[in-house]
């Protein structure tokens, strides 16, 4: 790997998860010092589906490279931006575009998050990531602390998190509205792709399109299948990370931002009964959380695949097929989508609460487009986005413990400090992966 002298400082990680992986990547802290006006230069790993959105969502920046595996899925945002460079494999791009890459954003299947924008982070890169964040456990805390090791703008593309509806309910549950938060019901119309599914038994002719060796990057090899690429990939443990995966990100995210939830002591689940090969088709995960400073100890209950709360829980209002209520002894909170405004079941309205007053700043621009200003103006030098590495770091250690339990087969308790399950050791497994050789992430 080529260190780039070109760059005026650099740092090498230290700490225990950290160091190894600074042999095998040189780390270099950003340096250049933007102006008001001055745009990014950026490149996208991952240019179709999510991926068109993301670089579209940057598009008022410099998209200087475009990097994907499927010529056919990225065809859209190639034709858009012509005077890009294109590339297949994003180690090839970062160390060739090294010196005119400002930031990147990752919108790849999950189990490339991590591999890519950790190698970003470690080469003085901003980076904007898409939910969930990581692929396991161990590499959410190892984002988290490569951003802050690297001094990096960082961004989770839960966009919900920006909307100012939600900002607002935030700043209402922290001044008290609800009393003390209990119990917390989230829920989900996922997955809308198979799951609790077998490996197909037979391979396929690779599209002449896509490279399939690289959209396999470091998960273990095997042959072709469509039940896999372009988009069903999410119902496979070797590449994502099913319906809690791919939805919690959105639909937890207001009880985090409200109740500072910190790491859960325990995680059980019950589901339809998944395999080595793919998440259940249904689950219900019960989340128990400590009492953390005044927020009191509380449990917090996931619902998919068509399992949902008990109807009385929203006292007639429509239960909606994604939502999430926030039961407190002084009121509940019930938000009939991903995210935005919700009913308090009082019968009380936001707008009867003028007197508590705005403490979150809003997003700059419009809904779908603040999120992504959000992360642009913290890459110039601005205020740190709010769904930053330090933020959804952990709440993706959270979301994915849910997994962890569900292929466990049985409850776990959990160390956070040590990033370990303390009573199924077999469970572990889980918390951490092996990656083929060439997309290690920590390799010494």
């Not at 042999?23 to 589906?49: D, Q, Y």
């Not at 952990?394 to 569900?406: D, F, I, K, Q, R």
Request: charged fraction near 20%.
């Amino acid at each position: 790997m080529i260190i780039h002298r070109n760059l005026s400082r650099r740092r090498f990680l230290q700490g225990s998860a950290v160091a190894g992986a600074a042999l095998a990547f040189p780390m270099v802290l950003p340096s250049r010092v933007f102006g008001a006006n001055e745009r990014l230069n950026i490149a996208s790993i991952g240019c179709g589906g999510k991926g068109e959105v993301d670089t579209n969502g940057v598009a008022d920046q410099n998209l200087v490279a475009l990097c994907d595996v499927d010529e056919k899925v990225a065809a859209n945002t190639f034709a858009k931006f012509p005077s890009a460079k294109r590339y297949k494999d994003y180690r090839v791009m970062l160390e060739k575009e090294a010196k005119n890459i400002d930031a990147v954003t990752v919108s790849t299947p999950d189990h490339h998050h991590a591999p890519a924008a950790l190698r970003a982070m470690r080469m003085g890169k901003h980076v904007y990531c898409q939910k969930p964040l990581t692929h396991t456990v161990h590499e959410a805390r190892l984002m988290r602390e490569t951003a802050a090791q690297m001094k990096v703008a960082t961004q989770m593309g839960n966009q919900g998190h920006s909307n100012s509806e939600t900002r607002r309910l935030v700043e209402l549950v922290r001044h008290g509205v609800l009393g003390n938060v209990t119990a917390v019901h989230v829920w989900t119309d996922r997955p809308i792709w198979p799951q609790g599914v077998h490996r197909p038994a037979q391979a396929q002719a690779v599209p002449a399109t896509l490279a399939w060796d690289l959209w396999l990057g470091p998960a273990p090899d095997r042959p072709y299948n469509p039940a896999y690429a372009p988009f069903v990939w999410r119902g496979f443990w070797d590449f994502g990370t099913g319906a809690l995966g791919d939805m919690a990100c959105h639909c937890m995210d207001l009880a985090f931002f409200a109740l500072d939830l910190p790491a859960p002591s325990s995680v059980s689940a019950k589901s339809s009964g998944g395999n080595e090969e793919s998440p259940p088709k249904w689950s219900i995960i019960d989340y128990h959380f400590p009492q953390n400073g005044k927020q009191p100890a509380l449990t917090m209950i996931w619902y998919d695949g068509g399992r949902m709360p008990p109807v009385d829980l929203v006292k007639g209002k429509e239960m909606v097929k994604n939502g999430i209520v926030l039961v407190g002894d002084k009121d509940t909170l019930y938000v009939p989508s991903y995210w935005g405004d919700g009913m308090f079941l009082s019968g009380a309205k936001t707008a009867d609460f003028k007197d508590v007053p705005q403490s979150i700043p809003r997003a700059p621009g419009e809904f779908d487009k603040g999120h992504y200003n959000e992360w642009i103006n913290a890459c110039k030098g601005g205020p740190k986005a709010m769904s930053n590495f330090d933020y959804s770091g952990p709440m993706t250690e959270t979301v994915l413990l849910g997994n962890v339990a569900l292929r466990a087969g049985q409850p776990i308790e959990w160390d956070a400090k040590q990033l370990r399950v303390t009573n199924v050791p077999e469970a572990n497994r889980f918390v951490k992966k092996q990656y083929r050789q060439g997309w290690g992430i920590d390799v010494a």
